[in-house]
């Protein structure tokens, strides 16, 4: 997958956990990061694989978060997803936390409260290590 593809996949995903959360983007807080991968010795290839981290921040009241996070969840276990850690809990912070990954894909997507702002729930969604297309994949 090429980078732009990669950069508008994850965008659709996070597009569509917002409006499940039943809230907007804040655009300003968009984060697009790409890094090289990692073999299992810290091999860098120089195939140009990479990660890619893409996350927001959407604006959603204080008192709706553990419902928006519920529905996240459940939506993404019907597409597949698998959890791999919720909470809804006061005591701790962030009291919301969603953590799941797809098992074929190996995508993972997370929701969790922002501290820093008590209307903003921070979206991430993960790559696997990815091969542009037209690369022969290095080997090790």
């Known amino acids: 997958m ?5 950069e ?3 965008a659709h995903w996070i597009e569509s956990m917002a409006r499940t959360a039943g809230g907007d983007i804040a655009d300003e807080t968009k984060k697009i990061d790409f890094f090289e991968c990692l073999g299992k010795n810290d091999e860098v290839a ?4 990479f990660q890619h981290t893409y996350s927001a921040h959407v604006v959603v009241p ?3 978060h553990a419902r928006a996070v519920i529905d996240i969840r459940d939506t993404l276990e019907r597409k597949g997803f698998e959890v791999q850690g919720y ?4 005591s701790v912070s962030p009291a919301n936390l969603l953590q799941m990954r797809h098992p074929e894909d190996q995508h993972s997507v997370s929701a969790a409260d922002f ?3 008590e209307n903003h729930l ?4 993960r790559t696997p290590c990815l091969l542009p297309p037209g690369v022969e994949q290095q080997q090790f």
């Open 2 to 6: 090429s980078r732009e593809a990669a």
């Open 8 to 10: 508008g996949w994850a």
């Open 46 to 49: 120089g195939d140009g694989r």
């Open 62 to 64: 204080p008192e709706d």
């Open 87 to 90: 909470r809804s809990d006061p």
């Open 115 to 117: 501290p820093e702002n």
């Open 122 to 125: 921070l979206l991430i969604v």
